[in-house]
Nanobody, 121 residues
Framework: QAQFVESGGGLVQPGESLRLSCAASGFSLHHYPIGWFRQAPGKEREAVAC????????TYADFVKGRFAISRDNGKDTAYLQMNHLTPEDTAVYYCATDCDWAQLGSYDYWGQGIQVTVSS
């Protein structure tokens, strides 16, 4: 069964870093843009970062610019989200998906099950 497998989440203190991974299983990432999203308790899901499949161009939400970096390794069919200088406001469940707009995900897309990131002292 084709799916994304996310890893790298956990509990960290403010100011620390985490690197999330999103590995494709049963399909290839090559032709897909990859988006990272997050959803905090009681809040709507929001886009965090995006990387295009064609030229690797990246875009970021304002609230993570300069702190987070999205990347991809097509040879490993894996996407990454490096998160630095984490704050408690970054606490959320993080998702990866094969689109940069969650509302556009369709039957030919894939998304991860979500991984918890908690930033707390």
């Amino acid at each position: 069964q084709a799916q994304f497998v996310e890893s790298g989440g956990g509990l960290v203190q403010p100011g620390e870093s985490l690197r999330l991974s999103c590995a494709a299983s049963g399909f290839s990432l090559h032709h897909y843009p990859i988006g990272w999203f997050r959803q905090a308790p009681g809040k709507e899901r929001e886009a965090v970062a995006c990387i295009r499949s064609t030229d690797g161009r990246t875009t970021y939400a304002d609230f993570v610019k300069g702190r987070f970096a999205i990347s991809r390794d097509n040879g490993k069919d894996t996407a990454y989200l490096q998160m630095n200088h984490l704050t408690p406001e970054d606490t959320a469940v993080y998702y990866c998906a094969t689109d940069c707009d969650w509302a556009q995900l369709g039957s030919y897309d894939y998304w991860g099950q979500g991984i918890q990131v908690t930033v707390s002292s």
